[in-house]
């Protein structure tokens, strides 16, 4: 992920003013940036074409730094992330998690992964991700079949571009975080297509708003998670499980 131009913010998040977006990323993201995520986000723009990169939904940088803050303020040592694209998410959270964390990272596209491979390896915390090269359906059930690992992670990120598995993720994820844990969900707000009448949606558009409403309208009767839903990085919505 690149560092944001006024010309490609919107791209990035739902805030209406360019110029401010760019002033909360000068002024309290990139300062605090750390070093090989910034190398992550550049290295990820200028092979963005060459190879061609998976569809994931990379995070920007202020959608990393928010994740940043919530892995801490829950302590999360065990993570799940599907979706993994180069890996900006997964080098976060592993600087993010103790010594002994864990990252289940989840994702078919392995070149992407690869990418980033090896600023993750330069950065030293590679021995804290677990990159399974799968579709993360099959995974999941893998992993729900067991016991023990029932309630055993803290803090799940989804970080796809399209949300058509998000209601079977979640599904299997509510079993796998613990109580009191967070599901976090990205692109969720389909570029604010959610808000508009299906004929003033591009068609090519039209599947995916229709899936983000009708995963959060089945999300939002569920009793089992509190519910936040951020107009962040094209839609965060954060689900705790409550029970």
Request: hydrophobic share 35%; charged share 20%; proline share 5%.
């Amino acid at each position: 992920m690149a560092s944001m131009e006024p010309s490609s913010i919107a791209n990035e998040s739902l805030l209406q003013s360019n110029e401010l977006y760019k002033y909360i990323l000068e002024t309290t993201v990139y300062p605090t940036e750390p070093a090989p995520l910034k190398e992550l986000r550049d290295v990820t723009t200028s092979n963005n074409n060459n190879p061609p990169l998976d569809n994931v939904g990379i995070t920007c940088p202020l959608g990393g730094q928010y994740i940043g803050m919530l892995l801490k303020l829950v302590n999360a040592k065990m993570v799940i992330e599907i979706g993994v694209s180069t890996g900006y998410i997964t080098l976060l959270t592993a600087l993010s998690i103790p010594k002994d964390g864990e990252i289940l990272a989840i994702s078919p596209y392995a070149k992407s992964y690869e990418l980033g491979l090896p600023i993750i390896k330069k950065a030293g915390v590679e021995h804290k991700i677990n990159f399974i090269d799968s579709e993360a359906l099959p995974i999941l059930d893998q992993f729900t079949k067991d016991k023990l690992n029932l309630g055993s992670f803290d803090f799940a990120i989804i970080n796809e571009a399209q949300t058509n598995n998000y209601i079977d993720y979640y599904k299997r994820l509510v079993k796998l975080v613990k109580i009191g844990g967070l599901i976090c969900f990205s692109n969720t707000l389909c570029e604010g297509y959610v808000a508009k009448q299906e004929q003033d949606v591009l068609e090519n558009k039209r599947y995916f708003r229709q899936q983000c409403l009708n995963f959060t309208k089945e999300i939002s009767q569920n009793t089992q998670v509190e519910l936040c839903h951020l107009p962040l990085s094209n839609g965060f919505l954060m689900c705790k499980r409550l029970y």
